[in-house]
């Protein structure tokens, strides 16, 4: 059974960092490209960032060097470096794990940003 478990989530005020991490259980993770969403009240999910196999990344125009997503296959865990966070920045963030068309997602982790 694939498990993806975000964590890392909470309360932050603009300005500040957080870390999410996603932990995935059930799959080859490094057989896996890993990836970051968001969705915030009323929008639909986004993409925030994605790590490949090898390493390689790629960010959505909106978080450009404020996050960083990095990788630990050793620990089948996935990270999201969050910096100088906004409140727009407020979502429900998941991780997904994807190969060859196969897809699996996490229930989320929550970050709110506001003073």
């Known amino acids: 059974q694939v498990q993806l478990v975000e964590s890392g989530g909470g309360l932050v005020q603009p300005g500040g960092s957080l870390r999410l991490s996603c932990a995935a259980s059930?799959?080859?993770?490094?057989?896996?490209?890993m990836g970051w969403y968001r969705q915030s009240p009323g929008k639909q999910r986004e993409w925030v960032a994605s790590i490949g196999r090898s390493g390689g990344t790629n960010y959505a125009d909106s978080v450009p060097g404020r996050f960083t997503i990095s990788r630990d296959n050793a620990k089948n865990t996935v990270y999201l470096q969050m910096n100088s966070l906004k409140p727009e920045d407020t979502a429900v963030y998941y991780c997904?794990?994807?190969?060859?068309?196969?897809?699996?997602w996490g229930k989320g982790t929550l970050v709110t940003v506001s003073s």
């Open positions: 059930g799959i080859i993770f490094n057989m896996y490209d």
């Open positions: 997904d794990a994807h190969r060859n068309g196969m897809n699996y």
